[in-house]
T-cell receptor
């Protein structure tokens, strides 16, 4: 009965590669998010996607792009990976009426 | 720009030793203030939402309060299983779906 799931849980890759992280929620929520949590545990929002509206944190490099095939999925594509992209990435979802966020278990990305 | 500052950064308590965590915020208009708990290797888990000054919410040994400038998470007689990082986040009014998180307070409760 996983509410928000992410795959893979761990991702190890070389610099310059392109990778994707998948996220699915079965809560019927209308808004999904991607967060990056650095080594100091700071949770920084990258994207918010509500129905057809994408809100991008302007500090996020355009190598990162969210793709939403439907309301239950929000995948994260990363091109030309850099060492500084190493972090834990969390997907979350919520209802726009409540804002309470439900987080996935995270994907630990390591760029070598 | 919305800002959230949490203090202390880290807190060590003995089992049964009550204390409080602070979340100070600056936001143009508060739509909601949220507390989350994060265990190592896991995603944050929702604890409370507070919407207006004077509001209080309780759950087991935790109690969250809100003023116009800050929120407190009071922990009464903590147990080792309360050890976690506690995150505070604010949602501003105005239609944005972007929350602002604080850097968290890492709590360790010793038996």
């Amino acid at each position: 009965d996983t509410a928000v799931s992410q795959t893979p849980k761990y991702l190890v890759t070389q610099m310059g590669n392109d990778k994707s992280i998948k996220c699915e929620q079965n809560l019927g929520h209308d808004t999904m998010y991607w967060y990056k949590q650095d080594s100091k545990k700071f949770l920084k929002i990258m994207f918010s996607y509500n129905n057809k509206e994408l809100i991008i944190n302007e500090t996020v490099p355009n190598r990162f792009s969210p793709k939403s095939p439907d309301k239950a999925h929000l995948n994260l594509h990363i091109n030309s990976l850099e060492l500084g992209d190493s972090a834990v990435y969390f997907c979350a979802s919520s209802l726009v009426t409540t804002d309470t966020q439900y987080f996935g278990p995270g994907t630990r990305l390591t760029v070598l | 720009e919305d800002q959230v500052t949490q203090s202390p950064e880290a807190l060590r308590l003995q089992e049964g030793e009550s204390s409080s965590l602070n979340c100070s915020y600056t936001v143009s208009g508060l739509r909601g203030l949220f507390w989350y708990r994060q265990d190592p290797g896991k995603g944050p888990e929702f604890l409370f939402t507070l919407y207006s000054a004077g509001e209080e919410k309780e759950k087991e040994r935790l109690k969250a309060t809100l003023t116009k400038k800050e929120s407190f998470l009071h922990i009464t007689a903590p147990k080792p299983e309360d050890s976690a990082t506690y995150l505070c986040a604010v949602h501003a009014s105005g239609g944005s779906y972007i929350p602002t998180f604080g850097r968290g307070t890492s709590l360790i409760v010793h038996p």
